[in-house]
């Protein structure tokens, strides 16, 4: 398939129980989208029927086009191409279930996301459910894939072909099960249309757990969840608050995303506070790093490593984290440059300033060796090797001395495109502050810094 009625296809990007979603381009002005057009799966269409799942498919479109809202994804069209309905959206390619790490085996740990992040990403969630929720729409599907990640690193909620209307019926097979496990709440999974917005609340309770320790939740002895036995970084005001979160009966649960969102707040200004308290610790309190015994060579040459090499290629465990990470030996070199003296490697402290594609990437780099940058012309993005040297250790994202550490990379450009392929259409890129590297479509946008 070429073209999806006036949309060039240039890629899948996913597939579900109701349809496929493509990355495609746009006529005359070439901008990338996605859309996603109905083809169900045989078992949906023999449960639900064919004309049950169009009109749940144009549903979804209904709802998406009805709200307007910053962390809500927005549709773009709607047509029908061969008789088949599709509506077009923007494209992201990343979400928070491919920042986390979690994959379809839902069960394995997962990456640990910084407080200050996982706060951040659940007060915009919080946001857009308020915004939802006061239009009588109860989403029921709030998931770490369903969160999508805009350029700017801020969340978008998608995915509602199971979202309903408050009071509405839904007109589904009994055998039909509305929601995703281990985050659904207890009420959906017995009877979906008798939920409120609650639920939704249920669910962002445990993706946040899941961030906060890289587990879900599992209730204790007595009868509690405890985020602390996971992460020594939380104290018992968070346990408090995920077990109203998560509360088996919706009575016991925040009344609304904005009760919920106000608690959170505190306990985020709390953290903080706690944390400025122990960076403010003598300096000889943090570990002396080990004296240099070497340069270490590391692979320069841009190279295509496919995903089944990768952890092999770059040293990277189960999680595309770093087995081993060497002791740094960095320096600020005037304001702009870092030199890594256990590599010999030139960085710069920042990059590209807004983020870009990887095409664009490559004409950064053109540029800083044109004009010379700090007087060197020898600039090339960065292997996927030279990447995990620079990237954070796992250790230090949380518990310790490592969240006092202050980098002398600029993390505001967190995530990096390598010049390395993993596909034709691919490439690897890696996350500074969550310490992995990981894959995306080259038409996606992240920071760029040289390497010299």
């Known amino acids: 398939?070429?073209?999806?009625?006036?949309?060039?296809?240039?890629?899948?990007?996913?597939?579900?129980?109701?349809?496929?979603?493509?990355?495609?381009?746009?006529?005359?002005?070439?901008?990338?989208?996605?859309?996603?057009?109905?083809?169900?799966?045989p078992l949906l269409t023999t449960l639900m029927g064919e004309q049950g799942v169009e009109d749940l498919f144009v549903a979804e479109a209904v709802t998406l086009a009805s709200v307007r809202h910053p962390h809500v994804v927005e549709i773009l069209d709607f047509d029908r191409f061969e008789g088949k309905p599709y509506y077009t959206m923007g494209f992201y390619s990343n979400n928070l279930g491919s920042l986390m790490g979690e994959s379809y085996e839902v069960e394995l740990p997962t990456r640990i996301i910084p407080v200050e992040r996982s706060v951040r990403y659940c007060l915009q969630i919080l946001d857009g459910l308020a915004c939802l929720h006061d239009r009588s729409i109860i989403h029921r599907d709030i998931k770490p894939f369903n969160i999508l990640l805009d350029d700017l690193d801020n969340v978008?909620?998608?995915?509602?072909?199971?979202s309903k209307l408050r009071n509405e019926i839904f007109q589904g097979h009994e055998s039909l099960k509305v929601g995703s496990p281990y985050y659904a709440s207890p009420e959906q999974e017995k009877d979906p249309d008798g939920v409120d917005e609650t639920t939704d609340l249920f669910s962002v309770g445990v993706m946040l757990f899941r961030m906060l320790t890289g587990r879900l939740p599992e209730k204790t002895s007595q009868g509690t969840?405890?985020?602390?036995?996971?992460?020594?970084?939380?104290d018992t005001s968070w346990d408090d608050f995920?077990?109203?979160?998560?509360?088996?009966?919706?009575?016991?649960?925040?009344?609304?995303?904005?009760?919920?969102a106000g608690e959170l707040k505190e306990l985020g200004v709390?953290?903080?506070?706690?944390?400025?308290k122990i960076c403010s610790l003598p300096e000889d309190w943090l570990e002396e790093p080990e004296p240099l015994r070497g340069m270490r060579k590391i692979r320069d040459v841009p190279a295509k490593i496919s995903r089944s090499d990768a952890r092999q290629a770059f040293g990277l465990d189960k999680?595309?984290?770093?087995?081993?990470?060497?002791?740094?030996?960095?320096?600020?070199?005037?304001?702009?440059?870092?030199?890594?003296?256990?590599?010999?490697?030139?960085?710069?402290?920042?990059?590209?300033?807004?983020?870009?594609?990887?095409?664009?990437?490559?004409?950064?780099?053109?540029?800083?060796?044109?004009?010379?940058?700090q007087g060197f012309d020898c600039w090339r993005m960065p292997t996927a090797a030279e990447l995990v040297t620079i990237?954070?250790?796992?250790?230090?994202?949380?518990?310790?001395?490592?969240?006092?550490?202050?980098?002398?990379?600029?993390?505001?450009?967190?995530?990096l495109w390598s010049a390395d392929r993993a596909t034709f259409t691919s490439a690897w890129y890696a996350s500074l502050e969550l310490g992995f590297i990981d894959r995306s479509d080259r038409s996606s946008y992240y920071h760029v810094k040289g390497v010299c």
């Not at 296809?9 to 109905?38: D, H, N, Q, S, W």
């Not at 004409?363 to 044109?370: F, R, S």
């Not at 990237?391 to 995530?415: H, K, M, R, W, Y």
Request: aromatic share 10%; proline share 5%.
């Open 1 to 41: 398939m070429k073209y999806i009625g006036k949309f060039k296809v240039k890629g899948l990007l996913g597939k579900g129980g109701m349809g496929k979603v493509f990355k495609v381009e746009y006529p005359v002005t070439r901008k990338i989208g996605a859309l996603k057009l109905l083809e169900p799966e």
């Open 156 to 162: 978008k909620i998608c995915d509602f072909g199971l």
């Open 225 to 234: 969840y405890r985020a602390t036995d996971n992460n020594p970084d939380l």
């Open 242 to 260: 995920f077990n109203r979160a998560m509360a088996h009966l919706p009575t016991d649960r925040f009344k609304d995303a904005d009760a919920m």
């Open 270 to 276: 709390a953290w903080a506070e706690k944390k400025s």
């Open 319 to 373: 999680l595309m984290r770093p087995k081993q990470v060497e002791k740094k030996h960095l320096q600020l070199l005037g304001e702009t440059l870092v030199v890594d003296h256990g590599t010999g490697l030139i960085w710069q402290v920042s990059g590209t300033r807004f983020p870009v594609n990887w095409k664009e990437g490559h004409a950064y780099i053109d540029g800083l060796n044109q004009k010379k940058y």
């Open 391 to 415: 990237i954070t250790p796992p250790s230090q994202v949380t518990q310790g001395a490592g969240i006092c550490l202050e980098p002398l990379f600029d993390l505001s450009q967190n995530s």
